[in-house]
């Protein structure tokens, strides 16, 4: 089945220590979404990759860094975690195609909670 | 700047009841999505919604769109148990690549 996978599914860090969180997807979408979510909170979105192009929230702070090497997979880096990163952190998907009808369903892997002590 | 709003944000409801979720939103789109999530879970996709006047039903939930007074609703009808859960509506900018989450609204339904 197609779908968008993550992992780890649950990651757990220290303060300040890097760490890396994994989304790959077989759905062959050009777009790649990162989001952060906070217990009851909405998703909040970070960063997308359309095809290559990198696309930056401006409100995301600098200690979120994204790569995606290649169609399938997106990788998010947090470089110097703290406590208040401690998040669900989920990846989206959507085929994205400028022209008529088109429209940007996601669809999502089943998160990644990370916890900083 | 897009700003979606999703009323109530708490709803407790009895099984057998009709209950519905209102979303606004402050600028033009004509694209609304409606997500599940479950505790600790990710989002699932219930309803695409693509055009003014658009309706969509899935069991017990329905869902429709009014461009011109950009609103959403999703309609409960005759609650039960396993519809607990928080329900998200999302709007799509017109830019096409970005979605704008309401705030959510954590539904329980009681037996």
């Known amino acids: 089945d197609a779908m968008v996978i993550q992992n780890p599914r649950y990651q757990v860090t220290q303060f300040g220590k890097p760490v890396t969180l994994s989304c790959s997807q077989t759905?062959?979408?050009?777009?790649m979404y990162w989001y952060q979510q906070k217990s009851s909170q909405a998703p909040k979105l970070l960063f997308h990759?359309?095809?290559?192009?990198?696309?930056n929230e401006a409100d995301t702070p600098d200690n979120f860094q994204s790569r995606r090497p290649n169609t399938s997979f997106c990788f998010l880096d947090i470089r110097s975690p703290g406590l208040g990163d401690a998040a669900m952190y989920l990846c989206?998907?959507?085929?994205?195609?400028?022209?008529?009808?088109?429209?940007?369903?996601?669809?999502f892997g089943p998160g990644t909670r990370l916890t900083v002590l | 700047e897009l700003k979606v709003e999703q009323n109530p944000l708490f709803l407790s409801m009895q099984e057998g009841k009709n209950y519905t979720i209102y979303c606004n939103y402050s600028?033009?789109?004509?694209?609304l999505y409606w997500y599940r999530q479950d505790p600790g879970k990710s989002l699932e996709s219930l309803f695409v919604?693509?055009?003014?006047?658009a309706v969509k039903q899935e069991g017990r939930l329905m869902a429709s769109l009014d461009t011109k007074a950009r609103l959403s609703t999703l309609h409960i009808t005759a609650a039960v148990h396993d519809l607990s859960a928080t329900y998200f509506c999302?709007?799509?900018?017109?830019?096409?690549?970005?979605?704008?989450f309401g705030e959510g609204t954590q539904l329980t339904v009681n037996p």
């Open positions: 989206a998907t959507s085929s994205l195609i400028f022209s008529g009808g088109a429209h940007n369903e996601q669809f």
């Open positions: 759905l062959n979408h050009n777009v």
């Open positions: 990759y359309y095809d290559k192009d990198f696309n």
């Open positions: 600028t033009t789109s004509d694209r």
């Open positions: 919604l693509l055009s003014n006047g």
């Open positions: 999302a709007v799509e900018e017109t830019s096409g690549s970005r979605l704008t």
